[in-house]
């Protein structure tokens, strides 16, 4: 028992919605109220307001975490990731159950909770950490360390309202993962920034918990999770589906989500986006440009993305991210390529379609996943939409020819091989099967 860290006993967590919310009234809608609702009792029937929908975020969730274990807690939207976690950092009581945490915790739920606006990064590192329960001599010696993991040297005595999202994103981490904390919650946080960024936050976090601290993980981004966590948990509906080695967890959620099909339509309501762009769908088109869930692995395919600009003179662009049945990145593809003409040009409102086009004998047998990045003004507001659409490769054999064996990796492109008779030695005449001429 001393060396738990977290212990967390048939948790759950109720949600009443639905309703009418009152409105401030005045004294005139009061006295009409009361006279309109005395109608109906006087004419023997009674008045029934709406019924309120239960829905249980958390239900019979029980699990232990060690001193220095780094777990990654993921599963669909909905899931009651982010209930744990604000049970956790005792923003939120539970309905039922318990959570025990032996140590003092440090979460990073939304990018800068915590922070206020008026005052400066320097003003906002103290702050932060004092209500982390952090002396001012710990900060103190840490805060050189914040500042430069932080990037935001030259702003740190600006109000933080003048930061972009990106210098937000990374003080906020970094004085998280900084202080002296014994249990770090950290939720999707790696969803912002820039690939050396997120590749420093990762880095960061494997410290802490090599350090012999306690880092809770919830992210959708499963590469992260793959290469951070040897224990992830997988909720859904509010429940521990399994709990076990990334190695099987990961897979198991994402066979669990594969019903997703090779085409998504966003409601309007629903769609990624911000202020300038949203996506209407992603979908992905065969050689023939059909629609497809499988497509041959020697043959070219498509993956098209749909969407609506909203500001007039936007410069929105997109990159796709390619992951495998494990959830590791196959590879990233940006469209600003020379052929396509749009990229970085201001556009007017309307829909658009971008295409990333698959090259034959580029990916092996299997299943694929594939991640939308959308961006405006040169990546300054970006979104994405994780695990759009998936789809399946088949192996046609085409590039097997005599060999039936089984190729390893995620790729397998089609490369040129040449054989050449080298000066001195036996030529070779291919037109008589490869024999040698003496």
């Known amino acids: 028992m001393n060396d738990m860290a977290i212990r967390v006993e048939r948790l759950g967590k109720m949600y009443r919605i639905g309703g009418v919310r009152e409105s401030y009234k005045t004294l005139r809608d009061s006295l009409v109220g009361v ?22 975020a958390l239900k019979d969730v029980s699990f232990d ?11 669909p939207n909905g899931a009651g990731k982010s209930s744990l976690l604000k049970i956790l950092s005792h923003i939120t009581e539970p309905t039922e159950g318990r959570a025990v945490i032996r140590g003092r915790v440090g979460s990073l739920l939304e990018v800068g909770t915590g922070f206020h606006p008026e005052l400066t990064g320097r003003e906002n590192t103290y702050l932060n950490g004092a209500i982390l329960g952090m002396k001012k001599a710990e900060i103190d010696r840490k805060f050189d ?46 969803a912002v920034g820039d690939n050396v960024f997120q590749e420093k936050c990762l880095n960061k976090m494997g410290n802490v918990a090599r350090s012999g601290r306690t880092v809770l993980f919830v992210s959708h981004n499963m590469a992260a999770i793959n290469a951070l966590c040897n224990r992830v948990i997988l909720l859904e509906g509010g429940s521990v589906i399994k709990d076990g080695a990334a190695s099987e967890v990961v897979p198991t959620y994402l066979n669990r989500s594969s019903t997703m099909a090779s085409r998504r ?49 936007a410069r929105v662009m997109f990159s796709l991210v390619l992951l495998d049945a494990n959830g590791n990145c196959v590879f990233g593809s940006l469209d600003n390529t020379e052929e396509n003409a749009y990229y970085g040009k201001p556009l007017q409102p309307g829909r658009y379609l971008s295409v990333c086009h698959l090259y034959g004998n580029l990916l092996n047998n299997g299943r694929y996943y594939v991640s939308i990045i959308g961006a405006s003004d040169y990546w ?41 008779p080298l000066r001195g030695g036996p030529s070779a005449n291919p037109s008589l099967g490869g024999k040698v001429n003496s």
């Open 35 to 56: 006279v309109t609702n005395s109608i109906p009792r006087l004419r023997g029937r009674q008045h029934t307001s709406c019924k309120l929908e239960i829905i249980w």
């Open 65 to 75: 975490i060690k001193r220095g274990e780094i777990v990654g807690i993921i599963g």
């Open 145 to 190: 360390e914040i500042v430069a993991f932080a990037e935001v040297e030259k702003f740190i005595d600006t109000p933080i309202k003048h930061y972009s999202s990106g210098m937000y994103m990374r003080l906020a981490f970094a004085v998280a993962a900084h202080l002296e904390l014994e249990i770090l919650l950290v939720d999707e946080v790696l």
């Open 265 to 313: 339509v966003w409601a309007e309501k629903e769609r990624p986006g911000n202020s300038v762009v949203r996506l209407v769908s992603v979908s992905l088109r065969n050689a023939a440009g059909a629609p497809a869930e499988e497509i041959n692995i020697s043959e070219n395919a498509a993956i098209e993305i749909e969407y609506e600009v909203i500001k007039e003179g």
């Open 380 to 420: 300054t507001e970006n979104f994405r939409a994780d695990y759009a659409i998936s789809f399946e490769t088949i192996d046609d054999g085409k590039l097997k020819r005599d060999y039936w064996g089984n190729f390893g990796g995620v790729v397998r492109p089609k490369l040129c091989w040449t054989t050449t």
